[in-house]
């Protein structure tokens, strides 16, 4: 009786605190119908794109009286600034790299063009969260191309032994295409398939932790409440093969449940993230219309049209703290000289070791609070990607829009623990695991773009320590012992790859590839990690879910991105929509559903009247 009590003054002190945030402090206008605009033409003039990602840094392109400033360019960083620039705020981000979009970049090399961080999307149905969050803070403008309905196929174990599964998108489609494929699971597969759905509609709550204060987050968890509240807190709380082995004994169905690999081992890994995962791509599989870098170059304009700017080759140094410990803003590097950008408010997309570890004076690092939040995380494994070039259309080739993952064994658990144990003198011949795809193949407008030309990129992880005896030395210049190493990881990947696309093989034109140092130059990321700060099973305990959230122990610094949320575009999205809403002391999920809904029943409307 006494829990249930509990229970309900929680839900209480819940639904207070919501209220509070409503009826208090200045209501934002954030979102609007009136700002869609239908989609104007592609535009593939690279003077115009350049112009718009490629703005230099300069004191005098600095916009004047700043409210805020966001440190990085990645989804994370470019969703706060549009966000907080359509409640009236000035803002400038500024961007290591000499382009922005942080991985949703995309670079050329010989005629062919490559994304090195957006390779498929979900949940982009429409009117759905994602995609009504994406045209607010890009006016409409980003467009999607939806991938076969069979878009992932996965492949377990090698030569005669290879099994091949394919992974079909649809509310039905999805868990119906598994029982034909795995006969005698059907009950597993339903219950996999309702505890994915339980997880889809239980993350907001994974959100709320984030805003509410943490003393009744404490509260929740000490007293045992949180469970009561809702079982999403205990899946994300258990490792994804407890659960597995509990649902299936069957490998080969255990290791499709966790495919999707970011570095982290079933075992260690929480269940809930591995089910969204799978689940984002049930309502379908998306790809940028025009490449990845359409994210930036349409959130940018909404940033300029509040008085913002969005500056490249702009290295952050330090972030200024006055006596009193609140920041004013930070410092760039220009040539040899550190130019102060001052602002009340500085938003950091640059990742929670950036953040704390490089920005912040040594003294400010040490602080208890921050060495606490430090130690809640570590960091996430690095990966390694190949860049390859075709000759010829993708009907010429053969190639689709389909992604393949392969593993050479069914037990994930073993194979990534022994793969990452590895000494960098044991990884050649021993890569397991690997991602296929075809970026031109997804994109319509790529054959207008690079007539006669298509892509493949292959992806594994990769752990920094590997490459560790390079840090500090300039790209290009590491020596012939880095690029030995370099290019017989690629030329592995790259066989393999050709062993389930044999046609290819008298197609290559170039090979380029990406190791966790390229990462370090281009993504800043401190030790190479795509994915941010590791999603191993602590990270989604109810106590680091509660402490990584945006707001800091430092007055004024406030975080975004892929680690106050999770990884990816959708996870980075949600980082800036959390950050914006913390900035804004205003819940923006509340306007964002309210706007949905609004969005929902106007099309409801529409087909009564057809």
Partial sequence: MWWWLLGLLSCSMLAVIITFFLITGQRYKVFSEKCLRPPAPLVTDSRERDE?????????????????????????GLTAAALLSKAGK?????????????????????????????HYLGQLHNNSMLRVALDQITDGQLQFTRLEEHFDTLILGQHDKRREYHIHAGKTEMAASLKKQFPGEEDSIDEFARLMKLASRRTPLIAILKMIPYWLVNFLVRTGLLHYISSVFRLAATNHSEVMSRLTQNKDLQALSAYLFYGVPPKESSFLINALLLHHYKR?????????????????????????????????????????????GVTVLKGQEEIEVRAPIVISNAGIFNTFQKFLPQHIQQKPEIQSLLGMVRH?????????????????????????????????DVLMEKYSSLSREEVLG????????????????????????????????????????????????RGEDYTSLKNSMAQELLDWALTIFPQLRDKVVMVDAATPLTNVHYLGAPRGEM???????????????????????????????????????????????????????????????????RLKNKQSNSKKIW
Avoid at 52 to 71: H, Y
Avoid at 98 to 118: L, M, P, R, S
Avoid at 383 to 397: C, I, M, P, R
Avoid at 535 to 549: D, G
Wanted: proline share 4%; hydrophobic share 40%; glycine share 12%.
């Fill in 52 to 76: 718009r990602l490629k703005r230099g840094f300069r004191v005098d392109r600095v916009p004047p009286e700043l409210d805020a400033v966001v440190i990085g360019s990645g989804v994370g």
């Fill in 531 to 597: 994915y941010g700060a590791e999603h191993n099973l602590e990270r989604f305990s109810p106590e680091t879910i509660a402490k990584t959230r945006s707001q800091t122990p430092i007055d004024g610094l406030y975080l975004t991105g892929q680690d106050v949320f999770c990884n990816g575009m959708a996870g980075a999205l949600h980082g800036g929509l959390l950050c914006a809403s913390a900035v804004l002391n205003q819940i923006l999920y509340i306007d964002l559903l309210a706007l949905k809904k």
């Fill in 284 to 328: 379908g599989a998306y790809y940028p219309r025009g490449g990845s870098s359409e994210f930036a170059f349409h959130i940018i304009p909404v940033i300029q049209q509040a008085g913002g700017a969005v500056l490249v080759r702009a290295p952050v140094q330090r972030i200024l703290l006055n006596q009193q410990g609140k920041v004013y």
């Fill in 90 to 118: 000035r803002v400038v981000v500024l961007e290591q790299h000499d382009q922005a979009g942080g991985c949703t970049h995309t670079f050329q090399n010989k005629g062919f063009e490559f994304d090195v961080g957006i």
């Fill in 380 to 412: 996430g494994m690095g990966s390694f990607l190949v860049f390859v070039g075709l000759d010829g259309t993708k009907e010429e080739l053969g190639i689709v829009s389909t992604n393949f993952w392969m593993y050479k064994d069914n037990d994930l």
């Fill in 430 to 477: 021993n890569i397991p695991m690997m991602f296929i795809t075809f970026p031109s193949a997804k994109d319509p407008t790529s054959s207008i773009r690079h007539p006669g030309k298509s892509c493949m990129t292959l992806l594994t992880m990769a752990r920094y320590e590997w490459f560790e005896e390079w840090e500090g030395t300039k790209l290009g210049k």
